[in-house]
């Protein structure tokens, strides 16, 4: 069994204030540690369900978070940014089995998290096919293409909600729940245990589902805070540029709908 495994740093149990995740602070030495406690866990529990190889993306900011010393011996890890449109799933391949999701945190615009974001802090929101879309909505939908069903996630509890609605059957470990910009929040020590033994009962039932519902027409809808943003990123072709913050793109290839995300967001 091959796992893949997408690991941010905004869900993790604790995690309160952007500066801990920020590698210019000297917090984010504190917190790259539970983040890295929290992908061990969850590396550990796919081993004991049997899987015999783990490649691990790093995706938060620089993609350099996670220390390599505490990695066990069978996981492979993608550092960097290769700029390739899948972005926060790169590596993954229709080998996989299935993919997860560590540390992950609510969309733009939710109350559930004091980091809420979507890619970046300059987003306001990003629908797809009129919804809001959190970076788990569209990281699942690129495992899809790959045909690789999503069967766990750990983070605040208002994104675990939001990736149960969407799939039906996903382990999810609430690590914390944000109250304005404070939070209540699992140990370390805790959170780690429960998404050893999530990630283990995830890949134990053999993974039925796991697959956002798919659509034959894509339109992606992103709302910028500053006109300044949309305006560069509407030079995309085939991009629509409705309104002073907001760019339109359809396409009935989920892939075009990350590489028009890939050159005109980051
Ligand atoms: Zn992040």
């Known amino acids: 069994m091959k796992v893949f495994i997408s690991a941010d740093i905004e869900g993790t149990a604790g995690i309160t204030e952007h500066a801990e995740g920020n590698r210019e602070h000297p917090e984010w030495a504190e917190f790259r540690e539970y983040m890295t406690d929290e992908l061990v866990a969850a590396c550990q529990g796919a081993r004991a369900a049997g899987a015999t190889e783990i490649l691990v993306k790093d995706a938060h900011a620089s993609a350099r978070n ?3 010393s505490k990695l066990p011996d069978y996981v ?6 290769s700029g390739h449109p899948d972005l926060m799933m790169f590596g993954l391949d229709d080998g996989f089995d299935a993919a997860i999701y560590t540390g992950y945190h609510d969309r733009a615009g939710a109350d559930s998290n004091p980091l809420a974001h979507t890619l970046t802090g300059r987003i306001q929101r990003i629908l797809l096919n009129g919804v809001p879309a959190s970076e788990f909505t569209l990281n699942s939908h690129c495992a899809a293409r790959y045909g690789v069903p999503s069967v766990f996630l750990s983070g ?3 994104m675990c909600d939001a990736a149960k609605a969407a799939i039906p059957g996903i382990v999810t470990v609430a690590t914390s729940e944000g ?22 009962a995830a890949l134990s039932t053999a993974p039925k589902g796991g697959l956002p519902a798919r659509s034959d027409l894509w339109e992606l809808e992103i709302e910028f805070t500053n006109p300044v943003d949309a305006y560069r990123g509407s030079w995309y072709p085939g991009m629509d540029y409705p309104a002073p913050r907001i760019l339109r793109f359809r396409s009935n290839d989920f892939f075009e709908v990350q590489r028009a995300i890939r050159f005109t967001v980051l």
Do not use: K, N
């Open 66 to 68: 996670l220390i390599l």
């Open 76 to 81: 492979s890890i993608v550092r960097g940014w």
């Open 156 to 158: 605040d509890r208002g």
């Open 179 to 200: 109250f304005g910009p404070a939070s209540r929040s699992m140990s370390p020590a805790r959170s780690t245990v429960a998404i050893r033994e999530g990630v283990q």
